[in-house]
């Protein structure tokens, strides 16, 4: 079964430090991967993806995430971690033979807090 | 340009009730997508609406759940007979349609009480 697990349901990390939020899935075949973030009281934004090419892609507010075929990983990193980063993070991933239907299997989400 | 709307924004009604929230999707695009999240859980996968496809309703947890999207733009989520475990927040998204993946804009929800 098609399935995204976030191991970590709360991270938490000094502002200025390096951060990273876990994803791991499992689906057949090279997966779409996702993250989208949730700031408090705010709906959710799209952060990044991974479709194909190469394995490091950059997105918004300094993000970045590394697609890891063989440990079916795509964790989402940050250099220098800010206190505006504190939200929720969701991993999604896409089966690439799901043909035209783009539903997305979702992560249970990680919680972030930046710590001044 | 104007994105995902939801409304209402609060719902709170009383168990037995029917509600009907709505979503307005960004304009041009054709995929729309209805998902649910309670307190503290991630995404639950409700009903997705792509083009003038019939719309995959794996998501729904029971017949008491309907949506439908009316000329392809605006849809409605109806739930019958609510239920206290029906509380949650409900949220929509849309993305464009095509042969490639676009990411899914989401709207800003409706929250759902059922007393």
């Known amino acids: 079964a098609q399935s995204v697990a976030q191991p970590e349901d709360q991270v938490n990390v000094a502002e200025g430090n390096p951060l990273t939020v876990k994803c791991t899935y499992s689906v057949s075949g090279n997966p779409y991967l996702f993250w989208y973030v949730q700031y408090p009281n705010r709906g959710l934004q799209f952060l990044l993806k991974?479709?194909?090419?190469d394995n490091l892609v950059k997105g918004s507010y300094g993000f970045e995430a590394e697609f890891n075929k063989s440990q079916t990983s795509f964790h989402l990193k940050k250099p220098s971690a800010l206190v505006s980063d504190s939200a929720l993070y969701f991993c999604a991933v896409r089966a690439p033979n799901a043909g035209n239907n783009r539903k997305l299997i979702w992560g249970l989400g990680t919680s972030l807090a930046v710590n001044p | 340009g104007a994105g995902v709307s939801q409304s209402p924004s609060n719902k709170v009604t009383e168990k037995g009730k029917d509600v009907e929230l709505r979503c307005d999707p960004i304009?041009?695009?054709?995929?729309l997508y209805w998902y649910r999240q309670s307190l503290g859980q991630g995404l639950e996968f409700l009903i997705y609406?792509?083009?003038?496809?019939?719309?995959?309703k794996s998501g729904l947890p029971s017949d008491r759940f309907s949506a439908e999207r009316t000329g392809g733009s605006v849809s409605t989520l109806t739930i019958q007979r609510t239920q206290q475990e029906d509380s949650a927040v409900y949220l929509c998204?849309?993305?464009?349609?095509?042969?490639?993946?676009?990411?899914?804009?989401f709207g800003p929800g409706t929250r759902l009480t059922v007393l």
């Open positions: 609406f792509q083009g003038n496809s019939a719309p995959d």
């Open positions: 998204a849309s993305s464009l349609g095509g042969t490639r993946y676009n990411e899914q804009f």
């Open positions: 991974y479709i194909t090419g």
């Open positions: 304009s041009g695009h054709t995929a």
